[in-house]
């Protein structure tokens, strides 16, 4: 039974998310120490970012719904203030406009949406509220779809993500945790509320789907990009959408897993950017496409697919809700291979390519496993059945991933089509003017 005390609930699902934001928070702020040295505004600076690590500790730990959006709120509001810490420069200003015009949206939506469940029950407990039945209440639609607006607004997920890529003008600590920590807020108030979602067939459907269309313009969008901050960007963009998919076929524990994985993962990617430049790139040689490599490529995914089924006990053969679970391990360890073989047949690549492979594999399935035996509660949902919107969604993401493999895109690179269609992606990639800065002599430091 959870400890509920001061409006707070230290239950295990809340102790594991405050860990990691205290976490991240503690490394951001190491690397700040450095990092903001000589800044005008040190002091404020390091003021903001321990009082939105401390409204953020609260909204992970909250049990009350109006303690939850009052630090859900005063979150977005210091990190807009944190992302105009240059307030003379003009793009920063404008990228904190334009993400306090996406959030607080959402923000007022969800507190009507507390407002209507708290009437509804006669009572703001979030532990009371997930124990009620109440789907069948008139308010549980208009309440849900503002909810599951929130959320979606929250992680950036298309079309709600101008304001993600926008936010370049950052300082580089300053996008890590808003990246590693804060854009995770839509995937946290699904998990708090997974009860009321997984009720919701429909509104699960829509998740899925849109998180299915933020991974693929996510990944498509972070290839083409020529700069490390907008690749970061797009690419915590299709991570999103990832994280969506899962909660959107009530895998709510592999959601849990994976913001905490890509929370860690991308902070370091921000912290690690400025040294970018100086590392060597390893390009692979262009030999062209070699069948037989590709083949050993997917049997090093196929040991990764039976590494995360033997660990999560998921079954291989039929098709549900978590086999997209294995295709996603099956890819991650085919593309795996493929990097460290680097277009190399020898014996050592490929016997290092297989182990790298099977242990990736076996510690996704392992980091699941181990958050569905701490959280029982989230994997006691009724997983939906396959439709043909979710076969749709998944051939929608593999099959790009084969004819890249494949050698098919070299073709269609030739054509008049593909150029129009690679610069309209391209286009449909980059912030909002306003928040671009293209003359040097407009940065104000």
């Known amino acids: 039974m959870p400890v509920i005390y001061l409006l707070t609930s230290l239950n295990t699902l809340a102790l594991l998310l405050c860990t990691l934001v205290l976490l991240v928070s503690f490394i951001v702020h190491r690397f700040s120490l450095r990092y903001m040295d000589g800044d005008r505004l040190y002091s404020r600076y390091f003021c903001t970012l321990s009082a939105i690590t401390l409204s953020a500790v ?7 719904l109006f303690l939850f959006w009052c630090s859900w709120s005063l979150s977005n509001l210091l990190l807009i203030a944190l992302m105009v810490h240059k307030s003379e420069w003009t793009a920063a200003r404008n990228s904190g406009r334009l993400t306090l015009n996406t959030l607080l ?14 009437l509804s029950t006669d009572t703001a407990s979030i532990q009371a509220i997930n124990q009620k039945d109440i789907a069948s209440s008139a308010v549980f639609v208009p309440a849900m779809t503002l909810m599951t607006l929130t959320a979606l607004s929250q992680s950036a997920i298309w079309p709600f993500h101008r304001w993600l890529i926008s936010s370049l003008n950052s300082p580089t600590p300053v996008s890590a945790l808003m990246h590693a920590g804060l854009v995770n807020g839509g995937g946290i108030l699904i998990v708090k509320f997974a009860p009321l979602f997984a009720a919701s067939s429909h509104l699960l459907m829509t998740v899925f789907m849109l998180g299915t269309l933020s991974a693929f313009l996510g990944t498509i969008w972070k290839l083409m990009q020529h700069d490390i901050k907008k ?39 921000f912290l690690n950017s400025g040294s970018a430049i100086a590392q060597k790139r390893n390009e692979p040689k262009a030999t062209g496409y070699n069948p037989l490599l590709f083949l050993i490529a997917c049997s090093g995914g196929f040991l990764g697919m039976l590494g ?11 098709l549900q809700a978590t086999s997209f679970l294995l295709v996603f391990a099956f890819i991650a360890g085919a593309q795996l291979m493929l990097t460290v073989m680097n277009n190399r047949l020898s014996i050592i690549n490929t016997t290092l390519g ?18 569905e035996a701490l959280l029982p509660n989230l994997t006691q949902f009724y997983l939906p059945k396959l439709s043909i919107l979710h076969l749709i969604a998944l051939v929608l993401l593999v099959l790009p991933w084969l004819l890249f493999n494949l050698g098919f895109t070299k073709k269609i690179k030739e054509s008049n ?3 129009w269609l690679y610069m309209n992606l391209f286009n449909l990639s980059q912030p909002a003017p306003k928040t671009v800065t293209t003359l040097r002599s407009d940065y104000k430091y």
């Open 417 to 419: 089509f593909w150029c």
């Open 231 to 269: 690749m970061l960007a797009c690419s915590t963009l299709a991570q999103m959408g990832f994280m969506m998919m899962q909660c959107g076929l009530g895998l709510f524990a592999a959601a849990v897993a994976h913001l905490c994985w890509h929370g860690l993962f991308k902070a370091y990617l």
């Open 308 to 318: 995360f089924a033997f660990m999560t006990n998921k079954p291989i053969l039929s």
């Open 58 to 64: 609260v909204m992970v730990l909250a049990d009350n």
């Open 354 to 371: 297989l182990l790298m492979s099977s242990l990736a594999g076996l510690l996704y399935g392992a980091s699941i496993h181990l958050i």
């Open 105 to 118: 949206v959402g923000s007022i939506g969800l507190l009507a949406a507390f407002i209507l469940i708290t």
